[in-house]
DNA sequence: TTAAAATAAATTGTATACAAAATTGAACAA
DNA sequence: TTGTTCAATTTTGTATACAATTTATTTTAA
């Protein structure tokens, strides 16, 4: 029994523009026009019609063209991941599983020794790990809804090889695995921060 | 030149659709039929569709249904709630205008002395308020996606007149007007833990 | 040459028809 | 009864056509 992949066209539809933002082929700014995006897939207007409003929903989109988010647009994010985040890593330093910190471990493992693409996976992991911790689904929805947008700059944080970025993942994981919730939540922010100042820097270069 | 208003089909299904959900002429639970709606307002079913795709990213709709919250739900919901407003209300503490201390003062007070209706919009205004004064249109639009679940319990409590509602609202403004936000936030989220705990104790009995 | 108006083109919004899928309900076997 | 299969019905998903709107272009007047 395989992954069941959804033969529903406006499922494709979303999975597809998505993946050509996320991927950098559409770039931001860009107007997307329906008919030709349908065209393009082969398909009819309709489902494209859906997935470009859920995209919307999501903020990838807005009014119709690939977000371009300004600096203060990644402030107000990283203030409410830090919010958020925060709370999730002291949360976990109370009550996180034997088994996700065996997850979280490997993740800063493989920051240090995996190939781009791994490193990639396993950051994006180390936080999920995190707020999935919380066992929260309205707190996991909202993160994964600024993941999209995040995971833009986050590509850019890894490819342009932030500084110390595995050694504060480090850093958190020991205040977590000695159950320092304070001290997991401080290093968190501080983490986020530096992240966003990387990105606000990188952005004006 | 008055106001707008939109003759876009989608737009009125969805305020349509919405305003039935909140003042629970639909009730939770309800399967939504897309055709039976059409007919009812006299358009096809594709602004309807729309509409309903919009209504489920906000959580109002799950599955075709009106939406129909937990126990654990509710609290998941405040549990965000509390992160967000509680920051919102200790940042009011340091940079709220006078201008928006005034109206605060003013939610209050008619929180004392109105109309059942004017309560009910004074006491949404007062979070409002707190929240929009962190100028972070992210943060704002959680609360608004997340404000109109709660709306179908701050019903619930005003209805039910929680008792101190009104007395926890003034300590809050009190601590802002004196610029302390730890006592701000501190006090804002008691304040949401006695809201759930009032809508879950209401729910069950 | 510039700005405003008119027109043409492109794009989005809506209705409708039909196909695919999900749901219901009846008939039947254990 | 209980549960299972199959058909009937309902409901959702998709394509297409056309209307309304927005955007681009050309024309005209100052």
């Known amino acids: 029994m395989g992954k069941k992949t959804t033969q529903l066209a406006y499922v494709q539809a979303y999975e597809y523009i998505r993946d050509r933002i996320l991927s950098g082929e559409l770039e931001r700014g860009t107007k997307l026009v329906e008919e030709r995006l349908a065209e393009e897939m082969g398909i009819s207007r309709t489902p494209v019609r859906d997935s470009i409003r859920k995209l919307e929903q999501e903020g990838l989109i807005k009014q119709k063209r690939v977000v371009n988010p300004t600096d203060m647009d990644l402030r107000d994010l990283f203030q409410v ?28 493992e493989i920051g240090r020794t995996g190939e781009l693409e791994e490193v990639m996976a396993a950051n994006k992991e180390f936080h999920d790990l995190i707020v999935g911790a919380t066992n929260n689904p309205v707190m996991i929805d909202i993160i994964d809804r600024m993941q999209s947008i995040i995971y833009l700059f986050r590509k850019t944080v890894v490819l342009h090889k932030r500084p110390l970025l595995i050694e504060e993942h480090d850093d958190i994981y020991q205040a977590i695995l000695q159950h320092q919730p304070e001290e997991a939540e401080r290093l968190m922010k501080a983490h986020l921060q530096l992240d966003l100042e990387f990105c606000l820097n990188w952005m004006k270069g």
Chains 1, 2 share one sequence.
């Open 81 to 108: 991941r830090m919010l958020l985040e925060g709370f999730a890593a002291s949360h976990c330093a109370t009550y996180m599983k034997d088994e996700d910190l065996q997850k979280l471990k490997r993740c800063v």
